[in-house]
């Protein structure tokens, strides 16, 4: 086995309260993190065939929590922790999810011995797991249940490392010692009334947000997991990741908001310790911005920072998701060809807090209206005390609060009112009911909703501009950039029109974002993430990155930092494409779990208001373009999709994908050649094998 | 037995030995004697105690509110120290409260080996295997092939946590040398070099100066190393970040 793994997984059945483990080295092939929790899925979840993968809060549901190799090593960006399973808050049904957090867990996993913990069943009433190197026990957490994250990180934190007095003192355990305090996931009162907008949280900010697996952790009646471990990593070559990170931060100083630093997932953009007022420094934008006050048209959230701190403690200690439940997001934009609904203001993600005002503001939803609001402030929106209640009323289901808990569109649904506000672009959720992050003018972004299960969170590609994004000017040309990125795609470096994002007319189709090339640029970003985030779990606000504002030119470190991370921490001698091929394993592997829950072409769709005017949020800056033989930017900023064109480009994809154009499933022969026959004999086994 | 397994038992039975045997007597001795020792003239059976010792020329500061916490320094140390990740055998401690929730900028403590100038580790030592490095700028080192395990550098450690590293594999202490005898460390360490921990700090919150800080609290350690503050503009949206107050708030 390659250095890096700890070299077994945790499995921990609670309904039988089993303590199993599995032998990593049994899931290598597919890297870590994401990799290996969905092929653990596919073995524990998919293959027995007694479950159909639609309900998120069956006790059959599995639940990974994975480290990749690199996770605890060292590396900048490399601990974080990966998570999937069948999500509850993806709409119109579950889907099969992934996401991640930062912080410590993983690195603490592998300390303790373990690469990851996989969790099924329920248990018969509230219990959290107490992991402590090898000795693993399920713990009672009736005392637990109903605190917040703060009060039940506390708590269990108390619980593991006794009188042990901080920052002052070793803790022993067994021969070893250590100064780190227990790292703890946990739900708040949210996930444990099984909603579908709950967070996992992990201390005083982390979150993994998309999917609402808190939800998940809920069904299960599990309140945490808490893990310490004494112990190290073998790595292959530790001088070269010491090298390695000083080649970074030596030939490209500050090239990305993250700090090329830090040894576990932190800082975050925004430093994790900008805690000078509340705890909330810890989190990420989608708690930042969760609470907004009240804000200046095209300001970014400006003002009291500490108010904005305060708004996010109370999201994280009620464990709820901020990216399900957005109120608006940093920014808001004069878009005059916005829908209707917006009059010409669009904020940046206007997500369930949003459109509950925008009801409330068109007469349909407040006390005694149609839409009951009870016990919702609605005079009070932009308050904090709002935002409690809000909390407290989806916690405790009551009054819409009910509605709420059960998901942005399905309460759109309930009330009637999702084909109408779906079709006016009222609603900009672009697939499967996940909400605006980024996505138009960056379509490798937009796409990757459709064919995933939403949001893809992913920046890659993000900062490709022309300059009017997060970047400011260019100061390259169209050209050089494409050229410079062109190098870094390998195996698709020898076709440079992968860049060219041209869609208006003929172009579109031949040349940019409805063509045979772009499927290439989808399918390259989809294999990087999965290796390179989501297996081996590096920060994805971290690396990529592409580009640099050096003085040795435009060429960012990607993907040689990355690659050579890789190579010192365990010692491989793949290649960089064979880690992209790798990447291309674990998407496939993704694709058959989806495949298996009924996922098919026809549903692969955008909703409606990616193909209206307005559908772009003006912050991607302009895109490059070939047009005419020549490469130049374009601003884009009106750019929305073609219904023809995506179904052109969904054939592409199939296509270049190896899977069935007609139903989007996977062929034997692709998964046969990635060596994953298995896979192929039980999706034959259901009919779902592509032709 | 696996040969690794063996070679821990003998430690074990060394230590033990060493403490139940002679070694108790000479620990003993030592202690109360309060054994000084150099690479010149360290003597385990010396009871000369030295009224000082020569002063390190180099000291480990930091500023603990420009830290991130984020433990790079500590998976730098044990990489190129040890080979391995492995924060517990880190020379430098970073350590967090997180999810303990203590406010800023008490959330984070810093924990680096002072290279006292009065070291209570070198006194105690009854083997000589802590020692005063007079060949590279006076810094206070553990021979590990001297240490016997008896962790009485550890309890003489004034500072809380204590800076001494007990190494529970090998049964043996070490502690910060500044990077002068890192096996892994592909430039030149020591009081004239580089340390791996100062290098490879993202927000430059480590320093190595050559003054001996103020011995009495931690002050004279925890100094302030914030660059100017620096703008942050985000073109179109809006108006720029607030200027930092003290180094990284």
């Known amino acids: 086995m390659l250095y890096g793994y700890a070299g077994k997984i945790l499995k921990v059945n609670l309904t039988t309260k089993d303590i199993g483990m599995i032998d990593t ?133 108390s619980a593991v490392s006794g009188r042990t007095r901080f920052g002052q003192q070793w803790q022993q355990i067994g021969e070893d010692y250590t100064t780190a305090r227990p790292q703890i996931v946990c739900i708040g009162p949210v996930g444990e009334s099984m909603t579908r907008v709950a967070s996992l949280i992990h201390g005083s900010g982390v979150a993994a947000r998309t999917g609402g697996f808190g939800g998940v952790f809920g069904s299960k009646n599990l309140k945490a997991v808490s893990v310490i471990g004494t112990g190290g990593i073998e790595v292959a070559d530790p001088a070269g990741i010491v090298d390695t990170r000083l080649w970074h931060t030596r030939n490209f100083p500050r090239i990305t908001y993250a700090s090329p630093g830090t040894g576990s997932c932190m800082p975050c953009i925004n430093n994790d310790r900008k805690r000078n007022s509340y705890y909330g420094g810890e989190s990420m934008c989608a708690e930042e911005y969760w609470y907004m006050g009240k804000q200046e048209p095209g300001q970014m959230m400006g003002g009291d920072r500490s108010v904005l701190m305060r708004g996010a403690d109370i999201a994280v200690r009620w464990g709820i998701c901020t990216w399900a439940t957005k109120f608006g997001g940093a920014i808001t934009l004069p878009m005059p060809n916005a829908p209707a609904a917006f009059k010409g203001m669009v904020p940046m993600e206007p997500g369930m807090g949003w459109y509950i005002k925008y009801l409330y503001e068109i007469g349909e939803l407040g006390p005694g209206k149609k839409i009951e609001s009870h016990p919702l402030p609605m005079d009070q929106w932009d308050t904090l005390k709002f935002r409690e209640i809000f909390c407290d009323a989806i916690a405790r289901r009551v009054g819409i609060g009910e509605d709420l808990a059960e998901g942005f569109l399905e309460a759109v649904n309930k009330w009637g009112r999702l084909e109408e506000d779906m079709n006016a672009g009222t609603l900009r959720l672009p697939a499967w009911g996940a909400s605006w992050h980024h996505s138009l003018p960056e379509v490798c972004w937009a796409y990757s909703y459709i ?119 365990t010692g491989s001698n793949e290649t960089f494409a064979d880690t992209i091929e790798t990447g291309r394993k674990i998407w496939n592997m993704e694709r058959a779990i989806r495949v298996m829950a009924g996922r098919h072409r026809d549903q692969e769709k955008f909703a409606p208001f990616m193909h209206m005017p307005g559908a772009t949020f003006p912050i991607g800056g302009s895109k490059p373009v070939y047009v005419n033989g020549k490469w130049s930017f374009e601003d884009q900023n009106d750019l929305y999709l073609d219904r023809e064109g995506v179904e052109q480009f969904k054939t592409h994809f199939y296509r270049l994908e190896g899977w069935d154009v007609d139903s989007g499933w996977p062929t034997r022969k692709t998964l046969e050649e990635l060596g994953m026959k298995k896979v192929a004999d039980v999706l034959a086994s259901k009919e779902r094998l592509g032709a | 037995m696996t040969e690794s397994k063996k070679f821990e038992d003998e430690k074990r039975i060394d230590r033990r030995q060493f403490l139940v045997g002679g070694g108790a007597a000479l620990a003993a001795g030592a202690l109360a004697a309060g054994v000084p020792g150099t690479a010149k003239a360290a003597s385990p059976q010396s009871n000369a105690r030295k009224a000082s010792y020569p002063k390190s020329e180099a000291y480990l500061v930091y500023d603990s509110r420009l830290c991130l916490g984020c433990q790079s320094c500590m998976f730098a140390c044990s990489l190129t120290h040890e080979g391995v990740a492995n924060p517990s055998l880190s020379r430098i401690q970073i350590i967090r409260d997180a999810p303990s929730f203590t406010k800023y900028p008490y959330d984070v403590v810093i924990a680096v080996c002072r290279q006292c100038v009065s070291p209570l580790c070198v006194q105690v030592c009854p083997t000589g295997a802590c020692f005063i490095d007079e060949a590279n700028g006076n810094i206070r080192r553990i021979d590990q092939s001297k240490c016997v395990g008896c962790q009485r550098c550890i309890q003489s ?58 011995q009495r609290d931690i ?29 990284g708030e």
């Open chain 2, 157 to 214: 450690c004034p500072q809380k946590p204590h800076r001494t590293i007990w190494d529970s594999v090998k049964l043996k202490s070490t502690k910060c040398d500044l990077c002068e005898g890192a096996p892994f460390w592909n430039e030149k360490g020591g009081p004239e070099g580089k340390q791996a921990c100062v290098e490879t700090c993202p927000v430059h919150a480590l320093k190595l100066v050559k003054k001996a800080p103020n």
């Open chain 2, 219 to 247: 002050d004279g350690y925890d100094v302030n190393l914030a660059p100017p503050p620096r703008k942050i503009t985000f073109p179109g949206m809006g108006a720029p970040e607030p200027a930092a107050k003290k180094g």
């Open chain 1, 451 to 569: 064919f995933m299960s939403g949001d893809p969170v992913w920046h890659g590609f993000f900062g490709l501009s022309g300059g009017g994004g997060f970047g400011g000017p260019a100061t390259y040309t169209a050209e050089e950039l494409v050229e410079t990125m062109t190098k870094k795609v390998v195996p698709f470096d020898d076709d440079p029109l992968i860049f060219s994002n041209s869609w208006k007319g003929k172009d579109a189709f031949k040349t940019g974002i409805y063509s045979p090339h772009k499927a290439k640029m989808l399918a390259w970003a989809r294999r990087y993430a999965g290796f390179y985030n989501e297996a081996m779990s590096i920060c994805e606000m971290l690396l990529p990155s592409f580009i640099s504002s050096g003085p040795k030119g435009i060429a960012g470190p990607s993907p040689e930092l990355e690659y050579r991370y890789y190579k010192a921490v």
């Open chain 1, 25 to 157: 080295a049994k899931y290598e092939e597919f890297g870590g993190g994401v990799g290996m929790g969905a092929a653990i899925f596919w073995d524990l979840a998919v293959v027995p065939g007694d479950w159909d993968l639609q309900d998120a809060f069956d006790p059959r549901n599995v639940i990974s929590l994975m480290s990749g190799p690199l996770a605890g090593t060292g590396v900048p960006g490399g601990g974080r922790t990966s998570v999937c399973a069948i999500a509850p808050e993806t709409f119109p049904a579950p889907l099969f999810h992934r996401t991640s957090f930062g912080g410590r867990f993983a690195m603490m996993l592998k300390f303790a011995g373990w690469d990851g913990v996989v969790i099924h069943g329920k248990a018969d009433s509230p219990v959290w797991i107490n992991i402590i190197n090898d000795k693993v026990t399920i713990e009672d957490g009736k005392h637990l249940w109903g605190l917040d994250t703060f009060e039940a990180q506390d708590e269990i934190t």
